[in-house]
């Protein structure tokens, strides 16, 4: 899956133009594009990242990561994606970074999404859906979650069972055996429970474009 994670971030350096600020996702399929984005950094004026984890591998690479405050819109974001369907809505936040991935998906014009062939899926919902939740409203937004979806919440704990805490300084909830056939009204319907920051379903705004990874690139 490597191979086509590679593959598909190579691919997506063909969206960046001379002078862009560039929106950076974050997982291992952007860790590639980034590594590739280092290439041509003299080309680009800067980035804005979605995580500190991405943060930290663009500084790494000397690249800028300006705030997106102070950039206004961006022509270009570039993420991966858990799952994706053939109308290019999505899951994401298995890196539990959700909450900035939406916020700069919907401050992009493009976003271009690159994916291995694993991700592709006829309908949303095999991989647990995350929301990210204030910590305290973590039990009431698993009952409203629930009840609403009939899907099984769980808290993302670490490989310590300590909760796995956001950039954000917020919990994670997974929401498993959902087969999502209306995601644009899960979306909504989830993003109204209190306390939900956001869920990571990108169904309202989905991508522009999808690479799927291999030899050639797929690109619809
Ligand atoms: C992080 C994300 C990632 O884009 C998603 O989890 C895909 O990751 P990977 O490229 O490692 O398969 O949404 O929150």
Known sequence: MSESKRLAAEKAIEYVED????????????????????????????????????????????????????????????????????????????????TREKIIAEASEKFVCIVDPSKRVDVLGKFPLPVEV??????????????????????RQNS?????????????????NLSITDPVGI???INQIPGVVSVGLFARRPADVVIVGGEPPLVL
């Not at 594009?33 to 979605?50: G, H, N």
């Not at 917020?170 to 929401?175: P, Q």
């Open 187 to 189: 979306e909504q319907a």
């Open 160 to 176: 310590e069972g300590a909760p796995v805490v956001t950039d954000n300084g917020n919990w994670v909830l997974d929401i498993h």
């Open 19 to 98: 002078g862009m600020i560039v929106g950076v996702g974050t997982g291992s399929t952007v860790a590639y594009f980034i590594d590739a984005l280092a290439r041509i950094k003299d080309r680009i004026q800067a980035t804005v990242s979605s995580s500190e984890r991405s943060t930290e591998l663009l500084r790494g690479h000397g690249i800028e990561v300006l705030d997106l405050n102070a950039t206004g819109s961006l022509s270009l974001y570039v993420d991966g994606a858990d799952e994706c369907d053939p109308h290019k809505r999505l899951i994401k936040g298995g890196g539990a970074a959700l």
């Open 134 to 155: 204030i910590p305290m409203a973590r039990s009431l937004a698993a009952r409203q979650i629930l009840a609403l979806t009939g899907g099984q919440p769980v808290w």
